[in-house]
């Protein structure tokens, strides 16, 4: 069983920055795909980035393309998303998402285990 703990999240204007972190319990965490992505209001749950178990392969959604960086420090149980110049429409409730095979998917089914999500409010 893995717990996930996402944070960071809050208010923040157009053009500014934000990093969110994940915290996973567990001691197999390195061995873990991790995922975040976001919803909005009214809208479904969508792919933002994704890490392998190692942290050499990383996958983007085309609309954080350039502005937002996963990474992972599995010493210390924790993946981060570094996001830059965010706009209003990245406004979202942001979760982080394990997933046991080490492999980073875009689809939502394929992951295991959720966080609580996060709070990102971006005002124009």
């Known amino acids: 069983q893995v717990q996930l703990v996402e944070s960071g999240g809050g208010l923040v204007q157009a053009g500014g920055s934000l990093r969110l972190s994940c915290v996973a319990s567990?001691?197999?965490?390195?061995?873990?795909?991790m995922g975040w992505f976001r919803q909005a209001p009214g809208k479904e749950r969508e792919f933002v980035a994704a890490i392998m178990w190692g942290g050499g392969r990383t996958y983007y959604a085309d609309s954080v393309k350039g502005r937002f960086t996963i990474s992972r420090d599995n010493t210390k149980n924790t993946v981060y998303l570094q996001m830059n110049l965010l706009q209003p429409g990245d406004t979202a409730v942001y979760y982080c998402?394990?997933?046991?095979?080490?492999?980073?998917?875009?689809?939502?089914?394929?992951?295991?285990?959720w966080g609580q999500g996060t709070q990102v409010t971006v005002s124009s």
């Open positions: 998402a394990a997933e046991s095979g080490g492999t980073a998917y875009v689809e939502p089914l394929m992951y295991d285990y």
């Open positions: 567990g001691r197999t965490f390195s061995s873990y795909g």
